[in-house]
C-alpha cells in the first residue's frame, strides 16, 4: 500500500491529460467575506471534497488541485484512485489504459477485475463514469462515516450532489435542511462553516480528519 501511495503522489501530474474538462479550479474568493457570505461558497464546496479524496487515498492535496486546475475532472479522479487501490496497480498503467479506451469496463478487464471483485454495480456504472464515480463517494459515506446506503440514496433523490453531501456530513448537520436552507437563500455554506468556526480550507481538512479518525 506504501509503494501504490508513493506512485500516487509521484504521478499526479500526468493525470492532466487523462480526462479533461473546460472548469477551472481557480478561486478567487477563499476565506469568509461577512459582506458577502456566500463569495467563498464554491471554494468551499470543492475543497472540502477535495480534502475527502486526499484523506481518503493519502494524495497531497495540492497535487490533487493542480490536476484539477490542468483539467482532470473530479469524476475522474473518483475514479482513477479507487481503481487503483482495488487493483494495487501503477496509477500511470490505469491512465494508460482509460485513454487508450475510453471505457472503464475495458479498464477493468485488462486489470483482471472482475465483476464479483467489484460488485456488480460498480462494473455496470464503468458505462457512465459521472454514475460510477458517485457511487464511489457513496460508498466512501458508508465506509468512513457509517451512512447506510438508504441514508446516501435518499440524499441523492432529493438533488443533492457529492460537493453538498460531503460539506454538511463535515458541519455535522442533515444534508436535507442544510440545502434547503442553502436554496432558501436562509443561509451560506461559508455562514454555517463560519458558525462552527470553520474559515478556510485548512480548517475543512482538520474537520474531516478528525470526523475520519485520522487525528
Same mark, same amino acid.
Given at each position: 500500500?506504501?509503494?501504490?501511495?508513493?506512485?500516487?503522489?509521484?504521478?499526479?501530474?500526468?493525470?492532466?491529460?487523462?480526462?479533461?474538462?473546460?472548469?477551472?479550479?481557480?478561486?478567487?474568493?477563499?476565506?469568509?467575506?461577512?459582506?458577502?457570505?456566500?463569495?467563498?461558497?464554491?471554494?468551499?464546496?470543492?475543497?472540502?471534497?477535495?480534502?475527502?479524496? +486526499?484523506?481518503?487515498?493519502?494524495?497531497?492535496?495540492?497535487?490533487?488541485?493542480?490536476?484539477?486546475?490542468?483539467?482532470?475532472?473530479?469524476?475522474?479522479?473518483?475514479?482513477?484512485?479507487? $481503481?487503483? $487501490?482495488? +487493483?494495487? %496497480?501503477?496509477?500511470?498503467?490505469?491512465?494508460?489504459?482509460?485513454?487508450?479506451?475510453?471505457?472503464?469496463?475495458?479498464?477493468?478487464?485488462?486489470?483482471?477485475?472482475?465483476?464479483? %471483485?467489484?460488485?456488480?454495480?460498480?462494473?455496470?456504472?464503468?458505462?457512465?463514469?459521472?454514475?460510477?464515480?458517485?457511487?464511489?463517494?457513496?460508498?466512501?459515506?458508508?465506509?468512513?462515516?457509517?451512512?447506510?446506503?438508504?441514508? $446516501?440514496?435518499?440524499?441523492?433523490?432529493?438533488?443533492?450532489?457529492?460537493?453538498?453531501?460531503?460539506?454538511?456530513?463535515?458541519?455535522?448537520?442533515?444534508?436535507?435542511?442544510?440545502?434547503?436552507?442553502?436554496?432558501?437563500?436562509? %443561509?451560506?455554506?461559508?455562514?454555517?462553516?463560519?458558525?462552527?468556526?470553520?474559515?478556510?480550507?485548512?480548517?475543512?481538512?482538520?474537520?474531516?480528519?478528525?470526523?475520519?479518525?485520522?487525528?
Amino acid at each position: 500500500m506504501k509503494h501504490l501511495i508513493f506512485l500516487l503522489l509521484l504521478l499526479i501530474p500526468a493525470l492532466s491529460g487523462a480526462e479533461s474538462t473546460i472548469s477551472c479550479h481557480c478561486f478567487q474568493d477563499r476565506t469568509f467575506n461577512h459582506r458577502d457570505t456566500a463569495a467563498a461558497d464554491p471554494y468551499f464546496l470543492a475543497t472540502a471534497q477535495n480534502s475527502f479524496i +486526499s484523506l481518503i487515498y493519502s494524495v497531497d492535496k495540492r497535487k490533487l488541485v493542480k490536476a484539477k486546475m490542468s483539467g482532470t475532472s473530479g469524476s475522474h479522479l473518483w475514479i482513477l484512485f479507487d $481503481v487503483a $487501490v482495488r +487493483s494495487q %496497480q501503477n496509477i500511470d498503467r490505469i491512465a494508460d489504459l482509460y485513454s487508450q479506451t475510453k471505457r472503464w469496463p475495458d479498464v477493468f478487464k485488462e486489470l483482471k477485475l472482475t465483476s464479483q %471483485q467489484l460488485q456488480e454495480k460498480y462494473w455496470q456504472l464503468g458505462n457512465n463514469p459521472e454514475l460510477l464515480a458517485d457511487h464511489i463517494v457513496d460508498l466512501q459515506l458508508g465506509k468512513q462515516f457509517g451512512f447506510t446506503a438508504a441514508e $446516501v440514496k435518499s440524499w441523492r433523490n432529493k438533488g443533492i450532489n457529492r460537493k453538498e453531501m460531503i460539506l454538511s456530513i463535515l458541519l455535522e448537520g442533515e444534508p436535507v435542511t442544510l440545502v434547503n436552507q442553502v436554496n432558501s437563500g436562509m %443561509q451560506t455554506w461559508g455562514k454555517l462553516l463560519y458558525d462552527q468556526g470553520i474559515l478556510d480550507g485548512k480548517a475543512i481538512n482538520r474537520r474531516l480528519r478528525k470526523l475520519m479518525g485520522q487525528t
